[in-house]
């Protein structure tokens, strides 16, 4: 429903449909194959301004907010989800400096990410510590004016692409939820070394690597707000603001598997007429279209909430992180019923969309994190007495 959205979410959503029309869908399936970075994708988002759209405008940026993030967000993953992570993850990555950065550090790294010059990861994952991020074990010992930083990071969406990295590294041994901090970490910096690639079931095009840190000594200039320990609160706080991109991505993704279905069910013919005649087709697309938009507008609903700077936004943040990446899930996986056996081959686009979705239900926090951190608030709200 435009309607819905105001002239500057119209505008940037034509920026980036068009963009994902002409630049992304025609490489897609490429990138895809060859594990290739979206080179093409970046250089036409930085000629369009729109690699700073969630970065506040004193630093370069668009001020535009998560909401027109999302969107942007959406179209890219509508033509390839893959392109739509590659985008987002440098809003996860910078939301730490933008959130907790000093000026200078604000200054010195958020206009770089903004014109897309240099992109950013975020390094909180590891081996052991998944679901349970405050079990970290990389290590930042403070020397003088450097920190020391050893350890290995697993995980790292934009790995070797990136420029720079948000690392949570424990400051304040033994670590946990009160001895994490977060450090920029530059490619370059010796001691920091890129890793092992994963060769993953789908969002190919994006790499995802291991890190590495031996000895790596990082200037103490470069703890995010020049205060140690409150780690854990900014990667919470990044994750709360970073979801509801997941949940773009996996609606952007269930809208272009949707597309290709309708299209598909009305060119195939069987039984002497094309199989959208048939009403246990209908019925799908009916329930695909559905749900899609339920998942749209409470993504929408989450990003206005974070722009409009409502005070605890988390329960909604993992809603629609939840309800979207299970809605793109099924509405890929029946969209490749739709098509049939030529779905289940690379003939056709279509079993991509399932490849990419799936990893929408288990990052930034799986599925059944979500549901903790929802379960938690209606708990923690149901004791304080409210409704
Ligand atoms: N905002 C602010 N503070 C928060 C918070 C939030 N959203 N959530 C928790 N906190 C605070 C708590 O209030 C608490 O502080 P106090 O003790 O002062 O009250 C402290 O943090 C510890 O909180 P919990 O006791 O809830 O911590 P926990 O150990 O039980 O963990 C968790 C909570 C929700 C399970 C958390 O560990 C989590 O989110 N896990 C999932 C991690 C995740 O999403 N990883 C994704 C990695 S990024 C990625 O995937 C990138 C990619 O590839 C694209």
């Given amino acids: 429903m435009d309607e ?22 025609p490489i897609a399936a490429e990138l895809d194959r060859d594990n290739k970075y979206p080179w093409p994708v970046i250089e036409a988002l930085k000629k369009d301004g729109l690699m700073g759209v969630w970065i506040p405008k004193e630093y370069g940026g668009l001020g535009a907010g998560v909401l027109n993030l999302c ?21 996860l990555g910078s939301f730490p400096i933008i959130l907790g950065g000093s000026e200078e550090q604000k200054h010195k790294y958020l206009p770089l990410i903004a014109t897309g010059e240099k992109l950013i990861s975020f390094g909180l994952s590891e081996k052991e ?20 930083l050893n350890g290995d990071k697993k995980w790292n969406t934009n790995g070797g692409a990136a420029s720079f990295y948000t690392i949570y590294a424990i400051t304040r041994p033994p670590g946990g939820v009160r001895g994490l901090s977060a450090i920029v970490v530059e490619k370059g910096t010796p001691g920091f070394e890129i890793g092992h690639l994963e060769d993953k079931m789908g969002i190919r095009c994006v790499p995802v690597h291991e890190l590495h840190f031996r000895d790596c000594r990082v200037p ?31 609606v952007g993704l269930a809208q272009g598997a949707l597309d290709l279905a309708v299209a598909y069910a009305r060119e195939r013919q069987q ?4 199989i959208a005649a048939f009403q ?45 990446s299970d809605v793109a899930m099924k ?20 079993e991509k969309y399932m490849r990419d979705a799936k990893i929408t239900q288990i990052y930034e926090g799986t599925n059944q994190i979500q549901r903790l951190v929802i379960a938690r608030h209606l708990i923690k709200e149901a004791a304080a007495g409210k409704e």
């Fill in 271 to 274: 039984f002497g007429q094309p």
């Fill in 71 to 91: 969107i942007v967000v959406e179209e890219l993953s509508r033509a390839c989800g893959g392109v739509g992570v590659a985008y987002a993850v440098n809003a």
């Fill in 331 to 350: 509405v890929t996986t029946d969209a490749v019923q739709i098509f049939g056996g030529y779905g289940y081959i690379k003939d056709y686009p279509i």
């Fill in 4 to 25: 819905l959205l105001d002239k500057t979410n119209l505008d940037f959503r034509a920026r980036a449909r068009h963009i994902a029309e002409t630049v992304v869908r």
């Fill in 280 to 324: 246990g087709i209908q019925w799908m697309l009916a329930d695909m279209a559905t749900q899609i938009e339920a998942a749209r507008q409470l993504v929408y609903a989450c990003a206005r909430a974070v722009d409009l700077g409502a005070k605890n936004f988390s329960k909604l943040s993992a809603m629609a992180k939840l309800f979207a």
């Fill in 220 to 250: 103490a200039a470069n703890l995010l707000g020049g205060v140690e320990n409150g780690g854990f609160k900014s990667a919470m706080q990044t994750l709360d603001r970073a979801r509801p991109g997941v949940a773009a991505q996996a």
């Fill in 129 to 148: 510590s998944g679901s349970d991020a405050s079990a970290l074990k990389t290590a930042a010992v403070r020397d003088g004016d450097h920190y020391v």
